[in-house]
């Protein structure tokens, strides 16, 4: 993998001198390019050994190209915040918009190394988070960004000749640390390591490209040009890469049978239960979420349904269980004009709760695989790999301690129709009530086709859903919070 | 001042059980008003004394409102991303956007108050932190925010009642800690303080509402009233409410002698000179942003000037002297939708740097000054108090260990003309050229005018403006990267 990034490269200065004016000058046109169009964002990432120039060809990049749009973030310690969400989380923070340059200096590839090359984890682990870059990389592709992977090599005897170099030059003594050497005592096992990492992460659509660094004229030039011709192709294209072509959309069951259909709709409960009831679990959910344990866990809650299926109600009565310091609910409408420069996750990863607090998300990351869905508003091939998006997703938040909770409320047709009438008739609900939400009714079978698709496939043991019958309103309320209860129970 | 709040105020619960539900109905009506008109935010504070029903209030407001569209901060301990940034920068991140409700849970008042009955502080330091608090709320109410303050009092004697019940009961009991106790203790002296306080930060904008907090049902009400009554008359207003009438804007000095008229721009620098300059600059810059004392400092630099005065060229040199890991260029154009959502000050409070980090911002908060004065684009009243509002601004970043630099890069109307000229001529600039550039420059006596006022207006010790004269591209960049050295040599 690594062999002919120790061939010994190089480039003469007077051949340098003559592409660098060349090559700035394109590099400068196609970012302005880049940033009219607003298209897509690039997003390179930069990793390898130390002292194989990794730092300078950044600088050298901020230095031919227009610095005022590059977004360089490089990932040192994290901050507290940073810790109480999934590991991703500073990453998704850091995403270049449309149009945009970003530059990551050693992100999400950089840990798994590292814990492997000190012992921390097995090479099973490093293995596992090595599918997952490939999977994370593989939605940024779909969602439309361009990555560029530049891996920055030394043989170990160019690394120590560069680290002496370094440490000799009083002008880059302050550069050479302890750490430097003590990891330089681990270059085979670094090597062996990475090169395991880079193999597994190596993919069609986001290859890493295995720059020498022991000559700076070679690794400024075999990196700026990379990046200028993939800008240069993608700028061309006017249709992003294809995605993969999906498989048929599932076919609904032969028999008919579905979750939504094998429901008992009949399931209700007497007004006066449900105020015991609702006093119970209000005050278990109450004491639930003040437990000493829910200090090192978070809740993430999930309220999608039907229109009028009631749902609103039902965020309401959980959330009056809950400190209002502690918990935030979340309304999903259309993203913003920030949120549409990203892919569609990223408007639910700067929401999420810090330890210790609840996040309600009233509609969310679902409405991919529903109404994008229904409503033609993205294409086949983008909601059919949603689900695992959205399991890579809900898995993440799972493992940083996220208890991730899920409602679909659900009424039968003549319920709706009943609810859609009466709330036309009053004074105070007809707000409620748009001519959209007739259209919607229009198409309850592709819904409901698409509602059952979606529990089949995201319905996970860390993350499962609840579909409740809330034909009777006082039973879907209850339900919900019994739970929540539950749930978060089993959790701590 | 609190008098008014030990009266032992009452509502039974036969007159609170018939209002309750037509308030409740009013509130949620005036919410999806405010929701749709999307017009200004609402900023609810709640402070006070302990045990007087804060949080129980603020439970009973999400419970009588739709908490979808309700925007609920706590402020405990600051997180480190928080610790490395001026104090308020916490707050401005919690702000809500125009149509929403945000309510702020002991936030800027609170700190001052409790540091001084801790005996951190002086009387002196107290009233200070409150004249700040006036400013910052007089700029958010006239930024269109609609403030209401609620100040929860209880008696000494109402107080010990208070916490003496809530432990005795096995439901409340955890809430009351040693602390708790503790701070009873020093009830004489919060009162005293608070008292103080309270009365400072009370203004015809932005009045506290006291709140006696012994009985809730009279809390409660209280409280709910207020707000629905706030915003109804702030919904029927088509227009916000009148600012202050300014005075008439400056006039030009009576002799025509300016910070820009008197400018030599006849200083000028040969290539041989600038190239060993930059060389020496560069490196003492490096040096600088790389010294142990900077790690505890940021710096925040601005770059304005007039059409084609080199900002560009300048900026670019400056950043190259930099290690890209640790700068960011922001470039200011139009907002963002987010951004229009808030006060002006917003989008650059929220690219504020980490200690040892260095912000560039190309454009920046003057534009309010600048081209929203000249364009029209805001109101008279609206620059005039901007000047006041960022100085207030820029001593809290010095304040925060911020080092400002600022430039205005200025030209001679004939040097402009035979840029713009020489821009429409080559291929590889003409990008640079657009209609509006020859629109600005017939306004050119307007701007001049603008930037007189804000160098008179905004140069201040801790963050004074640098004019650079830059006919000559080579000698203005000289001075920028020198100054800048200067200013971080003399902050560290």
């Not at 490089?74 to 901050?79: D, I, K, L, R, Y």
């Not at 992977?149 to 002496?164: D, E, I, V």
């Not at 698709?453 to 919900?480: E, G, S």
Request: net charge positive.
């Amino acid at each position: 993998m690594f062999e002919s990034a120790e061939l010994g490269h190089r480039i003469t200065n007077a051949d340098y001198d003559r592409e660098v004016p060349v090559l700035r000058a394109r590099l400068l046109g196609l970012q302005y390019d880049l940033l009219a169009k607003a298209s897509f964002p690039v997003l390179i990432m930069i990793g390898g050994v130390d002292g194989a120039g990794k730092g300078e060809t950044l600088n050298v990049l901020h230095e031919w190209m227009d610095p005022r749009y590059i977004v360089t973030s490089a990932f040192g310690e994290m901050s507290d915040e940073e810790r109480e969400r999934p590991r991703m989380w500073r990453y998704w923070r850091a995403l270049p918009p449309k149009g945009r340059i970003g530059i990551l200096f050693g992100a999400w590839h950089s840990d798994p190394i590292l814990d492997r090359v000190a012992g921390k984890t097995s090479e099973a682990e490093l293995v596992r988070a090595a599918e997952r870059i490939v999977r994370l990389e593989r939605m940024l592709v779909d969602e439309g960004t361009l990555v560029l992977k530049f891996w920055f090599h030394l043989s170990k005897q160019a690394q120590k000749a560069r680290l002496t170099a370094l440490e000799a030059d009083p002008k880059t003594r302050w550069r050479i640390t302890d750490t430097d050497w003590a990891r330089f005592k681990l270059y085979d096992k670094f090597r062996k390591t990475s090169e395991l990492a880079v193999r597994r992460t190596s993919t069609g659509h986001a290859p890493w490209t295995i720059v020498e660094g022991s000559d700076p004229n070679f690794r400024y030039l075999t990196v700026g040009r990379a990046i200028a011709e993939a800008l240069q192709r993608r700028l061309a294209d006017a249709t992003p890469a294809a995605a993969t072509q999906p498989l048929a959309p599932p076919a609904p069951p032969l028999d008919g049978r579905t979750v939504l259909s094998t429901l008992d709709y009949r399931q209700a409960l007497p007004r006066k239960d449900y105020r015991q009831a609702l006093e119970k679990h209000q005050g278990a959910l109450n004491l639930l979420t003040r437990h000493r344990k829910f200090r090192q866990r978070s809740a993430i809650v999930v309220f999608e349904g039907m229109d009028a299926a009631g749902k609103g109600g039902a965020v309401r009565r959980a959330v009056w269980a809950l400190d209002a310091r502690h918990y935030r609910v979340i309304p999903i409408a259309a993203p913003t004009e920030e949120e549409r420069a990203q892919p569609y996750l990223w408007r639910f990863w700067r929401h999420l709760p810090r330890l210790g607090r609840v996040t309600i998300f009233d509609r969310s990351w679902y409405g991919r695989v529903l109404v994008e869905r229904v409503e033609g508003f993205c294409a086949e091939a983008d909601w059919m790999r949603a689900y695992g998006e959205i399991n890579d997703f809900e898995e993440q938040l799972a493992e940083a301690g996220g208890i991730v909770v899920k409602f679909w409320l659900t009424i039968t047709q003549e319920e709706q129709l009943a609810r859609f009438r009466a709330r036309e008739t009053s004074p105070f609900k007809s707000f409620k009530i748009t001519p959209e939400d007739w259209r919607n009714r229009e198409k309850a079978a592709d819904y409901d086709r698409a509602v059952c698709d979606m529990v089949d496939r995201t319905n996970t043991a860390i993350a499962p859903w609840a579909v409740v019958a809330a034909n009777d309103k006082y039973f879907a309320r209850i339900m919900v919070l019994r739970t929540l209860c539950e749930r978060i129970e089993a959790a701590l």
